[in-house]
């Protein structure tokens, strides 16, 4: 197989946000509160305090983001919908406001020929469902269902490109089981089975789309976790074995009508999901494609039977200390393509937070590290594709600097800096890599001079 210099002409390039991240406006317009209005405004969950209520003020900027979004010659923007915006009591009483924002966004990238790509749930459930269990209630899946469906009838003329849930571990495992997250519960056995529940949901909505006939693909984001052996020990394998199993297998394998993996029954207690008669059969709805989102790939070292470790590397690091490793996401895409019938595969989640240093002028924003990390995970994305994966797309995180969750707004994994006190919105050089990169179907860095950060004309 001859190695790919340039990505093929049809490969989406794109960049991601998301709706609590990066909106604002959060009682605006009829829409209702999230979990993460009150998660992020109780003491001590969030680092300093910082909240989402403001964030990027892309709820009235939008136009201007999409502007910038134009310049940098993007083919598709992810975003994700505020379900409470949609529904502010979680169901029921539709918002005829909050549907046109999305409308009027759609609108927006359409005319300037940038595709939407829409994340139907990105960790903001209304806060009215929580109060009423939450994901813990297997209602909560059946609302989602309902939500999903207006949302399709709503914006299927404008959107050809679907994603049910981001990231159903972070939903699952660092809301219920670390309390990292909302709704910051800590309890193992609900946070399995809020995934259970979680996937439900996922697979109500694709029941949903299909019989719905919507044009357009379907697809789900994960985050898979699955570390390499840390050394050529026996032990160290069989920890890189059950990383595997509890990181990448429990997300993917139910997606394929294999079920949860056995193992877990097996050797943890808290595995325990409330499964009911034909529910593994809605979960494993058919795919058009599986999103990926890649940040680190760790290194497994033994911990007892049933568990591992991470080691601790010397390994470059970004600001959230996680070890940048590229070959990592090639083997990840490699290892989803030989397992899972090789599908189309959308990398929508990957890029890194670094120190970012403005110009005395407010003008510009040097981040080499940035464009070093994205250098190299592009070079992964060529090499998983010259190996055999149908890769389609790349979703560079993030468009803005932006409400990083349980960090406030102390990580800026943006390509574009904010000014959070007036929201001016100042292009990194890595903005201007990245426009160069596109330009070139992947040329920069490889066959062409340096020349990303000298040219800004427009």
């Known amino acids: 197989m001859k190695n790919i210099e340039k ?9 991601a946000t998301a709706s609590y ?22 003491k001590g969950k969030v680092l300093h305090g910082h909240n989402g209520d403001t964030a990027c003020d892309q709820y009235h900027l939008y136009k201007d983001d999409v502007k910038l979004m134009k310049k940098l010659g993007i083919k598709s923007y992810r975003f994700s919908i505020s379900w409470s915006r949609i529904y502010p009591e979680g169901t029921g009483r539709i918002n005829n406001e909050g549907i046109q924002y999305y409308k009027n966004l759609c609108d927006e990238l359409l005319g300037a020929g940038i595709e939407p790509c829409v994340t139907l749930y990105h960790w903001d459930l209304p806060q009215v469902l929580e109060d009423r269990g939450g994901w813990r209630n297997r209602d909560t899946a059946k609302h989602f269902a309902e939500y999903a469906e207006t949302v399709f009838n709503e914006l299927g ?32 056995n609900i946070a399995y089975k809020v995934l259970h529940n979680l996937y439900l949901a996922h697979g109500l909505a694709v029941k949903r789309f299909r019989q719905g006939k919507y044009n357009g693909q379907i697809g789900i984001s994960l985050n898979l976790d699955r570390p390499r052996p840390a050394s050529d020990s026996m032990e160290d394998k069989k920890a890189a074995e059950i990383a595997e199993i509890k990181g990448s297998r429990l997300y993917i394998d139910p997606l394929y009508g294999r079920g949860y993996p056995q193992w877990l029954f097996s050797n943890d207690l808290d595995f325990n999901p409330e499964v009911q008669e034909g529910d593994m059969q809605i979960i494993a709805q058919e795919l058009d494609f599986i999103g990926l989102n890649y940040y680190t790939e760790q290194a497994a070292v033994f911990n007892s039977d049933n568990n591992w470790k991470a080691q601790k590397t010397d390994l470059k690091k970004s600001e959230m200390n996680w070890d940048i490793v590229p070959d990592g996401l090639t083997r990840l895409l490699v290892w989803i393509s030989e397992n899972y019938r090789n599908p189309e595969i959308y ?13 005395a002028d407010n003008t510009g924003c040097k981040d080499p590290d940035r464009i070093s990390y994205l250098k190299s995970h592009f070079s992964a994305c060529k090499n998983a594709i010259n190996r055999g994966v149908n890769l389609k797309g790349y979703y560079l995180w993030s ?6 969750w349980a960090f406030g707004y102390t990580k800026r994994f943006g390509i574009t800096y904010v000014d959070f006190d007036t929201q001016a919105r100042i292009p990194k050089d890595s903005f201007y890599f990245y426009r160069d990169y596109i330009l070139s179907d992947g040329l920069v860095g490889s066959k062409l001079p340096a020349r990303l950060c000298i040219l800004r004309s427009e």
């Not at 990505?7 to 960049?15: A, K, Q």
């Not at 404008?158 to 709704?183: D, Q, Y």
Request: glycine share 10%; with cysteine; proline share 4%.
């Open 7 to 15: 990505f093929p002409s049809d490969f989406v390039w794109g960049t």
């Open 21 to 42: 991240q990066v909106e604002g406006a959060y009682n605006e317009d009829g829409r209702g509160l999230s979990i993460w209005d009150t998660f992020s405004k109780t």
């Open 157 to 188: 003329s404008r959107v050809k490109m679907w994603i049910t849930l981001n990231e159903p571990f972070c939903s699952a495992m660092l809301g219920h089981a670390t309390g990292e997250h909302a709704p910051g519960i800590k309890d193992l």
């Open 347 to 359: 990398v929508t989640e990957n890029g890194g937070a670094f120190i970012d240093n403005l110009s």
């Open 399 to 404: 468009f803005l600097d932006n409400f990083e």
